[in-house]
């Protein structure tokens, strides 16, 4: 997607790049890039600029189409769910079509429901030979030892058809749940600690489902921490996660509720702020502003989700 976004004259010299032809028998040569290039730190950025300048522009027609890619699109990926096979049809060959005005060709379509891809033409095969997808630049061979590793990694693809995540929130479609909450999940240890989200859909109370939304995990602090300050921190990153989630999710949550196997953690969220040093404060604050107290609660650690992060 970078190679279709140009560069403007007067930018060109910033990236200009030396080459050498045939090794050493020939001199250095400087050349310009005259398209945004991979490596850059500003490259994602102005890529993004553009896919929405060029959503922008043609809102008019394409409508809904282009809100939906903006909402969905990361540099140049772009994840989209829809209700029905009919709406996810359309949306292929709308959001192809709105793109392609501009230049950018969607490729690798991806889908749970084959028929949704139907129409789509078949992507060319890659060959056997790996020089095909690895000689980028130049024409010799791969030494012995890459064309190896290359050959061992290829084989493991075979195996991918077997690795499946459920990415569907609903068995059925979301109009016939009744009521959806998220629910987090925080863990700590003296390594890390982490949160989940999980979104639950209650269509009656003997029909229930719950789906995984979203995780994050980061490394324990340098300076060494008690684990019950580790389990509040813990803790704040599942407010936040929680309300990001429920902020951007598309769907009416009715109610959010957090989990955390530490009974200190829940003592000091459910206490007054001012009680403690400024580290517990600080964040005991924090949370009780994203997340009232009655909303927390305690989760075994047998139970814990996030027990499996940290």
Known sequence: MFLQVGLREEDRDVCRFLWRKDKLRNPLTTYRFTRVCFGLACSPYLDMQVANHHLSANHDRFGAIADDIKASMYVDDLVVSCDTVAEAKNFV?????????GRFHLAKWASNVPQVLVDRPTEETHENKPSRLCKTLGDDDLPVDVECQWRIWKSELDDLPS????????????????????????????????????LRAV????????????????VA?????????????AALLCARLVCYVR???????????CWSDSLVALG???GEACRW?????????EIQCLLSPQYWGHCPTQDNPADLAS
């Open 203 to 218: 269509k009656s109370p003997e029909n229930v489902s719950v789906s995984f939304v979203t995780a994050k995990s980061k």
């Open 221 to 233: 602090p340098l300076k060494k921490l008690s684990i019950p300050r580790l389990e509040l921190m």
């Open 93 to 101: 060959c709308r959001s192809s079509e709105l793109l392609a005005s």
């Open 247 to 257: 902020k951007e999710l598309p769907l009416n949550v009715e109610a959010c509720h």
């Open 268 to 270: 000091c969220i459910r």
């Open 163 to 198: 690795i499946a995540l459920p990415r569907a929130y609903f068995p059925s479609s979301p109009v016939e749940t009744s009521r959806l909450e998220l629910h987090g999940f925080g863990d700590a240890s003296k390594a890390a600690y982490s949160a989940v989200v999980y």
């Open 277 to 285: 040093k400024p580290f517990m404060a600080n964040r005991v604050r």
